[in-house]
């Protein structure tokens, strides 16, 4: 039997935030042959958050990592975790999602298609602008709200580059593991509500985006839009982002890059 581990990254988590999660994986259809594990990775300062954790979704599904790592930092962990033990996928999910019934079931459907590395749902009911084929779902990068990452991803990639702690590293991912030959793809049936409507565009949270859009530049070959978004940063921070040196991309799979439609990443659809 096939296994997935379900890794939920918490910061200081709302109960009611919690509970709209849990009530959509109980609802969840999984596939017969399908065994669904869930890990909440909780970046807390403290363990608060554990009783309400093992109340809603069960023994065993809390780890309290004892730092704030980051998204792509704490989910790597997960991942070199469940992979260790033998996990056939690694399903990223964002405590702020919500579930169709039939989301796991399709984008399991989707992730068991020859060399595929990563498998996005769609947002709904505001679908994401990227585009991706109706068909194959092939798609240029895949957002992290509900990512499932296969093993041979991981092994190609090393997982998210932790360089960055918040925003883009879904993306350099997309673009890593199609440089290693792996389908990166949408699953059109598989659908996730974002609940970010009461999450307002902090002032540190605008850094935190334009300070990964110049990391991403920087590694991926392109100064010009790096420049565009340091520039960005020093205005409305008023000082230099810190930016560490991020690990370097082969020029040859630059060209899995898309820096030509700003933070989209890629061409929109409307």
Known sequence: MARLRIGI????????????????LKAAEFPPDLRVEVRAL??????????VVLALLGQGT?????????????????????????ADGYLCLNPDAVLHPRCLRELWTTATLPDTGLVDARTFPEEHAKPYDPETGDTPWCTGTALLVRPAAFAATGGFDEGLF???????????????????????????HHWVEHRPLTRERELRVLRSAAYLGRKWGDDRFAEQYERLYRVRAGREPVLE???????ATRRFADLAHGVRFARSRW
């Not at 990254?9 to 959509?24: D, H, K, N, Q, Y």
């Not at 962990?77 to 033990?85: P, Q």
């Not at 593991?177 to 949408?186: D, H, I, Q, S």
């Not at 040196?245 to 020029?251: D, G, N, R």
């Open 62 to 86: 809390y780890v309290w990592t004892g730092a704030n790592r980051g998204f792509g930092a704490t989910h790597n962990l997960g991942m070199h975790d469940a992979f260790s033990a033998g």
């Open 42 to 51: 909780d970046n807390s300062p403290d363990r608060s958050l554990e009783p």
């Open 245 to 251: 040196p991020p690990p370097p991309v082969p020029p």
């Open 9 to 24: 990254v918490l910061f200081e988590s709302s109960r009611a935030e919690l509970e709209r999660l849990a009530r959509s």
């Open 166 to 192: 918040m925003y883009g590293e879904d993306v350099d991912l997309s673009w890593r593991v199609r440089a290693a030959g792996l389908g990166v793809r949408t699953a059109p049936g598989a659908l996730v």
